[in-house]
């Protein structure tokens, strides 16, 4: 029996040559554009924006953290006022993590079992057990309209193929769980998680099981983990070509601009990562010739915008409504002053938000490939300095990044 979905996918358009997609996501707070980059507001905040700034940077859908805010504010104030949207004043799209992946790479994790995961407080150290149950409640609580499964992760470098055998199997046994937890499903909809590591033969194994879930969305789970890039491609390559066309797919943690192009190429719609906004923080501006460190006193008097063309807030001259912030200002605010890490905070999230904006259209023209060319070309002023894990990613796809 089919799970009740509060999600309709529009597909409105695929890419000729790669696996590239167009669509829509209608979501209970509005719809979203396909493919998407969510910028992520781990504590119902995005650092340095305010929900007004987001939302006019055109984002419809973030993330929130599941564990933070069930410690902080707590489940019993989310219920009280209704919910994380009304508590951080945000109209639009929530997506939730079930958290595990929160749990290896923030805390000591004290073991997995069967029951969930235990692992020690980062406030007091006391014990505390994460169950799938917990998880689906604290998510409920929040009301987002995209919640994650609670799943077993392991790191992609591990050795350890029986454990990676152990942690997917698991996986599949804990969304079960999740299902019959989920109170709200006609709210709120459920996304299943693919593991396996890097072995392609456990991914393979994992999705058809989460596919006959029939989860109202598929996720990717378990990657950015410090594998190599080619083994990455190879994995979201191997899921995708094995999910229903009609059901949106989120590659979990991923967020650099070649990672996203090249992911949209492999059959991808989502993405997320903190990366946009932690690097502003250290002065660092995300443009289509690579990343700029600002506080480099090169650009003490530099007073272009961050990126000429770009249409942010930040970068608009004020006679086109922006603030026509210079990279001079940049450099004389972002290392003791909050400012600068606000501005390029602004600037890194609409960046993200309009690369994917000009992917979606180059997919609806049917004009992916020489998009890929012409970011590729911009990004790196030699062929020679292409990475080879894009060059062969894209080639398994049927777009030749170096042929003329």
């Known amino acids: 029996m089919p799970m009740p979905s509060a999600l309709s996918f529009e597909l409105l358009g695929k890419c000729s040559v790669t696996k590239a997609r167009a669509a829509t996501l209608h979501l209970p707070h509005g719809p979203v554009p396909l493919p998407i980059f969510m910028p992520v507001a781990t504590q119902a905040s995005l650092k340095g924006l305010t929900p007004e700034q987001l939302e006019k940077q055109g ?3 973030c993330l929130n953290n ?3 805010l069930g410690l902080k504010p707590g489940q019993a104030t989310l219920d009280a006022i209704g919910g994380a949207h009304r508590f951080q004043s945000w109209p639009h799209n929530l997506l939730t993590d079930g958290d595990s992946f929160q749990m290896v790479s923030l805390l000591k994790l004290a073991q997995v079992t069967e029951e969930g995961v235990r692992f020690l407080s980062p406030h007091d150290g006391s014990p505390m057990l994460l169950t799938p149950e917990h998880s689906i409640s604290l998510q409920n609580s929040i009301g987002s ?7 077993d992760v392991i790191v992609t470098t591990s050795p350890d193929l029986a454990r990676m055998k152990e942690a997917m199997e698991r996986s599949v046994r804990w969304l079960d769980r999740c299902i019959q937890a989920h109170k709200y499903p006609e709210r709120q909809n459920l996304f299943c998680i693919i593991q396996g590591g890097l072995d392609l033969d456990l991914r393979r194994e994992c999705t058809a099981e989460m596919v006959a879930r029939d989860t109202p969305g598929i996720a990717i789970g378990g990657l950015s983990g410090g594998e190599a890039k080619d083994e990455y491609c190879k994995v979201v390559d191997t899921c995708t070509g094995l999910l229903p066309e009609k059901k949106p797919r989120y590659v979990m943690g991923v967020g650099y601009p070649e990672d996203l192009v090249v992911s949209v190429a492999l059959g991808a719609d989502m993405f997320d990562c903190v990366w946009p906004t932690r690097t502003a923080r250290f002065g660092n501006a995300i443009t289509s010739r690579g990343v700029l460190n600002l506080r480099n006193a090169v650009y003490s008097t530099d007073f272009g ?28 605010t972002t290392a003791k002053e909050t400012a600068g890490a606000h501005l390029l905070t602004m600037h890194n999230v609409h960046y993200q938000l309009n ?16 998009f890929l060319r012409s970011f590729f070309a911009k990004l790196y002023d030699d062929k020679s300095k292409y990475p080879e894990w894009a060059v062969g990613a894209l080639k398994g796809v049927g777009v030749d990044l170096l042929s003329d």
Do not use: F, K, S, W
Not at 145 to 151: K, R
């Open 59 to 61: 984002c419809r859908l």
């Open 145 to 151: 309209d995209i919640m994650m499964q609670l799943d």
């Open 305 to 332: 915008p961050i990126e000429e063309g770009c249409q942010c807030t930040c970068c608009r001259p004020p006679e086109d409504g922006g603030l026509g912030i210079t990279r001079a200002y940049v450099y004389h």
């Open 66 to 68: 599941t564990y933070h």
């Open 355 to 370: 690369l994917m904006r000009l992917v979606r259209e180059a997919i609806l023209e049917d004009r992916y490939p020489a």
